[in-house]
């Protein structure tokens, strides 16, 4: 089409609109930039919660395996081996790595219930709740652990 014969309905931008239009969508992307550094620690954290469950839920199965009986019910707790009795009331910590990555793991065993005085085995434990906490090492937040609880009971003879 030829300049001089350009309908003057039909006009096109100026330079200077196009400059501002590209500083306008360049404030709108640099102001979006920071939401996709959020997202990417988001699914890092997300991550981590999902491996600190499995570890969680494994050490849980575990002491769910353990018979709780006047035989198990005093032997000391220490995984993959041990019982059900940890003596220390703030657990026991360990470090675990799973999939590359270090996790801080807490185990407490608490005693909720005895045999009454009088029958035998007086004083000894009826009901434990087990307390699993599991810790990405270099967590920042509270929201970064993962807690499981459960209870176990062994079954007693008598009327209580």
């Known amino acids: 089409m030829d300049l001089k014969h350009r309908n003057p309905q039909q006009q096109g931008f100026t330079v200077l609109e196009a400059a501002i239009a590209l500083v306008i969508l360049m404030i709108i992307g640099l102001g979006i930039a920071p939401l996709f550094t959020y997202a990417v620690q988001a699914n890092s954290r997300a991550d981590d919660r999902e491996l600190a469950m499995t570890i969680a839920q494994k050490r849980l199965e575990w002491l769910r395996t353990i018979p709780f009986t006047t035989q198990t019910r005093h032997v000391a707790f220490s995984y993959p081996d041990g ?31 005895f045999v009454p005085a009088g029958n035998p085995d007086a004083g000894e434990p009826t009901v434990k709740r087990f307390q699993v906490s599991v810790t990405p090492s270099g967590a920042t937040t509270a929201f970064d652990t993962v807690t499981v609880t459960t209870q176990r009971s062994t079954q007693v003879a008598g009327n209580y």
């Open 83 to 113: 019982g059900l009795e940890v003596t220390a009331a703030e657990g026991v910590a360990e470090t675990v790595v799973n999939a590359g990555r270090t996790y801080d793991v807490n185990t407490v065993v608490q005693d909720l219930s």
